[in-house]
Nanobody, 119 residues
Framework: QVQLVESGGGLVQAGGSLRLSCAASGDTFSIYRMGWFRQAPGKDREFVAQIWWNGGKTFYADSVKGRFTISRDNGKNTVDLQMNSLKREDAVVYYC????????????WGQGTQVTVSS
């Protein structure tokens, strides 16, 4: 079992920055990649970014490429999402996810953290 807890959400002005953090605990040795997703009310959850636990290879959604940066600290079992140049459309709930089974998709999720962007 893996537990994921997000932190760092809040209110920021458009054009500003915010850093989200996800702390993993439990069977973290089984994690092979971590990701961030987001979801607006009434819409499907969408992929934001992911990082391989070993090696650090990253991948981003086109909508955030160049503005968001995902990073991990294996020693602390944390994955961060640095969000810069925030837009109104980035103001949704962000979820951290962990994948422990190659080929079956993300199987662990955090509770979510709200990001609000004011104009």
């Amino acid at each position: 079992q893996v537990q994921l807890v997000e932190s760092g959400g809040g209110l920021v002005q458009a054009g500003g920055s915010l850093r989200l953090s996800c702390a993993a605990s439990g069977d973290t040795f089984s994690i092979y990649r971590m990701g961030w997703f987001r979801q607006a009310p009434g819409k499907d959850r969408e992929f934001v970014a992911q990082i391989w636990w070993n090696g650090g290879k990253t991948f981003y959604a086109d909508s955030v490429k160049g503005r968001f940066t995902i990073s991990r600290d294996n020693g602390k079992n944390t994955v961060d999402l640095q969000m810069n140049s925030l837009k109104r459309e980035d103001a949704v709930v962000y979820y951290c996810a962990g994948d422990t089974n190659i080929g079956s998709g993300y199987d662990y999720w955090g509770q979510g953290t709200q990001v609000t962007v004011s104009s």
